[in-house]
């Protein structure tokens, strides 16, 4: 532990964020994990799904990665939502939706995405990682957080730090849509057509009756078919901020060399505050909850304890 203390540096930038600096050369690579406090219980009403969406958006690049001409690109996208916006509020109307006019818009906002995706240049960043000997790049998200990881050559550390810090200063709303089809249907892979993710979220569903945990992670159907890239951004501006953050390096680095590329790059993030934390206890549970699912399957039983 002393040895492992040794090799440890922890530093706040100015803006907020926590970087962690370890030590470790026993081959000439590193690896890091950019953790974000927010997962599905940060979620608002209506909202399912978004801290999972932003993992999926990462990966679509920044201004300068991913596009063919972000001006013209950004132009485009802007289009893609005014149109969705218009189509949204034609389509939650209680009394009087119009149909006619509801396909005429799903159309125009359909359009819209498909001339905006001929400006995209697909999987350019994750093309960028590979190229020099990039592995693993992943991420994940949970009811408490999202983490962002791969690994690197020691050698391309300032790279690094480019292209994470890049992606973590305002996220461009890349194909979101299309990208918001895909989380729907890993909803409806994982989800729906699997008797056991079925049964998992009946039991959580069950297991919170206050607390947002009992909300899957994945999104419920009728969010993942309603949210807005405007939506999303207001999430990002909230829960993206570098004081909700931290990011550890680990691997063949020298904290005295790597910090001040660090300094450089993540300090150009905007700074924000630490959102709220969760004000909602779940109330104590005074008798046992079962759910009894039928199903097509294999019997299957889970069972549950608050700790």
């Known amino acids: 532990l002393a040895s492992f203390e040794k090799r440890t540096t922890v530093k706040v930038l100015p803006n907020g964020l926590t970087v962690i600096v370890i030590e470790r050369p026993v081959a000439p690579v590193f690896s890091y994990f950019t953790h974000v406090d927010v997962g599905g219980a940060q979620e608002a009403m209506g909202q399912t799904g978004m801290a999972h969406m932003f993992e999926h958006m990462a990966f679509k690049g920044t201004d300068r990665i991913g596009t063919k001409n972000y001006p013209q690109e950004k132009v485009a996208i802007d289009k893609v939502e005014k149109a969705y916006l218009a189509y949204d509020a034609e389509r939650r109307k209680p009394v009087g939706r119009d149909d006619k006019k509801l396909a005429e818009l799903e159309k125009a906002w359909k359009d819209a995405y498909e001339a905006a995706d001929k400006l ?10 590979d190229r020099v000997g990039g592995v693993g790049l992943n991420a994940f998200t949970n009811s408490d957080e999202t983490g962002y990881f791969f690994s690197f050559p020691s050698n391309r550390f300032e790279l690094w730090a480019y292209l994470e810090s890049e992606r973590g200063k305002r996220p461009v709303m890349r194909q979101f849509y299309q990208e918001r089809d895909v989380v729907n249907e890993e909803r409806r892979m994982r989800t729906d057509s699997n008797p056991i993710g079925r049964m998992l ?46 990011i550890a390096v680990a691997g063949d680095v020298k904290a005295s060399e790597v910090l001040p590329v660090i300094e450089s790059y993540f300090g150009r993030l905007p700074k924000g505050p630490k959102p709220p934390p969760l004000t909602t206890i779940e109330p104590e549970q005074f008798a046992e909850r079962t759910v009894v699912m039928k199903d097509s399957s294999q019997p299957v039983y889970l069972e549950g304890y608050h700790r």
């Open 201 to 246: 979220e009946q039991l959580l569903a069950a297991a919170f009756t206050a607390h947002p945990y009992g909300r899957p992670v994945v999104g419920w159907p009728s969010d993942l078919e309603t949210w807005s890239a405007s939506d999303a951004l207001k999430f990002w501006e909230v829960y993206y901020v570098p004081a909700n953050k931290c």
């Open 120 to 129: 995209v240049t697909p999987n350019e960043f994750g093309e960028i990682i």
